[in-house]
């Protein structure tokens, strides 16, 4: 089975701050690991995605995660927060394909961005 | 990019009727669908994986005859609430799988449609 644990269901920062939202999985076969963002009343946007290769994935809006399997973790982070980046984020974990597929989601962080 | 669009994006029906929410995928075909509810400040949890020609797969605890789920061509999958009651009221969800067998599990999601049952 697996599960995603965020620490954290509210995180604030400043604008300019550096914004870190943690992630730990569980998982008992090789993660693909997913950070999601939702604004009010929206879907899900995709933000990045790990599955093989490079453990540090870059994904859109200057947003960044490192896959670290020693600590089952994959953070996500941004340099400097913008008023724009206040939103939900959900971490997400799914086995590889052919496997168990289903995506996991953990409860969320809500990013609030002060002026 | 790939697009899911869900209609209708809000609904406001009385108890006992029926509602139906359709998903889908504008510029890609989609064989597997997924429908997720979202409670008020809570992640998103997984109703059911929506197979087209073939019977939804239903996660544990949801009750099939309550969400009809029907996945009748490559680009439509809808959901029917039968029966709604005012613990139906949800933030409703659906999914697309794209980018496999070259990606991996990546999802394209809708919109979501608010159903209030009054």
């Known amino acids: 089975a697996q599960s995603v644990t965020q620490l954290g269901s509210h995180v604030s920062v400043s604008e300019g701050a550096l914004v870190l939202l943690r992630c730990n999985y569980s998982?008992?076969?090789?993660?693909?690991l997913f950070w999601y963002v939702q604004y009010p009343n929206q879907g899900l946007q995709l933000l990045l995605k790990?599955?093989?290769?490079?453990?540090l994935v870059k994904g859109i809006n200057g947003f960044e995660a490192e896959f670290k399997k020693s600590e089952t973790s994959f953070h996500l982070t941004k340099p400097s927060a913008h008023m724009s980046d206040a939103a939900e984020y959900f971490c997400?974990?799914?086995?590889?394909?052919?496997?168990?597929?289903?995506?996991?989601f953990g409860k969320g962080t809500k990013l609030t961005v002060n002026p | 990019g790939a697009v899911v669009s869900q209609h209708p994006s809000w609904v406001i029906c009385k108890s006992g009727t029926s509602v139906k929410i359709e998903c889908r995928s504008l510029?890609?075909?989609?064989?597997?669908m997924f429908w997720y509810r979202q409670f008020p400040k809570q992640s998103l949890m997984l109703m059911a994986t929506?197979?087209?020609?073939?019977?939804?797969?239903?996660e544990q605890g949801v009750e099939k005859d309550k969400f009809l789920i029907n996945h009748a061509s490559l680009t439509l999958s809808t959901l029917t609430v039968t029966s709604a009651h005012p613990e139906d009221s949800s933030f409703y969800i659906c999914?697309?799988?794209?980018?496999?067998?070259?990606?991996?599990?990546?999802?394209?999601f809708g919109a979501g449609s608010r159903l209030t049952v009054l």
């Open positions: 790990y599955t093989t290769g490079a453990t």
């Open positions: 510029d890609f075909q989609a064989t597997t």
């Open positions: 929506s197979n087209e020609g073939s019977k939804a797969t239903y």
């Open positions: 998982s008992s076969v090789p993660p693909y």
């Open positions: 999914s697309a799988r794209t980018g496999y067998p070259s990606g991996a599990n990546v999802l394209t």
């Open positions: 997400a974990v799914s086995g590889v394909p052919g496997g168990s597929e289903k995506l996991v």
